[in-house]
């Protein structure tokens, strides 16, 4: 079965600290992705990777970082976390470069206070 | 640009009745469209989708039509369950990119 786990459902960090969100997908799928989720909002990507060490911009990078040295693992880092960054986060991934369905992980709800 | 419009809720329904959550894209070429559905407390799960124009997704009672002429991908129901209460995301994939594009989602609260 199909899985994608995030390292945290929920998370508490103080402003100014060095924030990392893990994503683990166990179906080697070469893009990975994070987003997101906002009230009202939907999701906007933040970054996204085709394949190891290799990443893009999404819509909202700024404030955000990531790493991808093994195909399965995606991070997410928050350099110097700020209370505009509380929000829910999503990891997916997906077989194909392009037009083929996104796995999604349960989320990691992150408050900066 | 390419973006997704879909209807804002929340949309409060009784149980067994019909359901249409109306969803509109703007796109060049020709996108792959999803539905996501989000249950509470969950990440999003893919509902059903559609690679081209005519094609019928379908998934647990629901449908939607990919409507290149109105550009359109409408989610539709018979008869909802208390069970379908959820965030239901409309969505598109262009051809050249990789990333999905999200409409801002459509929260059903269904009632017995």
């Known amino acids: 079965d199909v899985k994608v786990t995030q390292s945290s459902r929920y998370l508490v960090k103080r402003t100014g600290e060095k924030v990392f969100l893990e994503c683990v997908q166990d179906?080697?799928?070469?893009?990975m992705f994070w987003y997101r989720q906002d009230p009202g909002l939907g999701l906007r990507l933040i970054y996204f990777s085709y394949d190891v060490k290799m990443k893009e911009k999404g819509d909202i990078p700024e404030g955000y970082s990531v790493s991808r040295e093994k195909k399965e693992r995606f991070s997410l880092i928050l350099e110097s976390a700020s209370t505009n960054q509380t929000s829910m986060y999503l990891c997916a991934s997906s077989r194909r470069r392009s037009t083929d369905t996104q796995y999604f992980g349960p989320g990691t709800r992150l408050t900066v206070l | 640009g390419n973006s997704v419009t879909q209807m804002e809720g929340p949309v409060t329904l009784s149980e067994e009745a019909f359901l249409t959550i109306n969803c509109t894209y703007t796109a060049t070429g020709y996108p792959s469209l999803f539905w996501y559905v989000q249950y509470p407390g969950e990440g999003l799960q893919l509902l059903l989708k559609?690679?081209?124009?005519?094609d019928k997704g379908s998934n647990k009672g629901f449908e939607a039509t990919y409507r290149k002429e109105t550009t359109s991908f409408h989610l539709e129901k018979g008869s909802v369950q208390v069970s379908d209460s959820a965030v239901y995301f409309c969505a598109f994939q262009g051809q050249a990119g990789t990333a999905l594009i999200f409409g801002k989602g459509t929260t059903l609260s269904v009632s017995s």
């Open positions: 559609a690679t081209k124009a005519d």
């Open positions: 179906m080697d799928h070469e893009n």
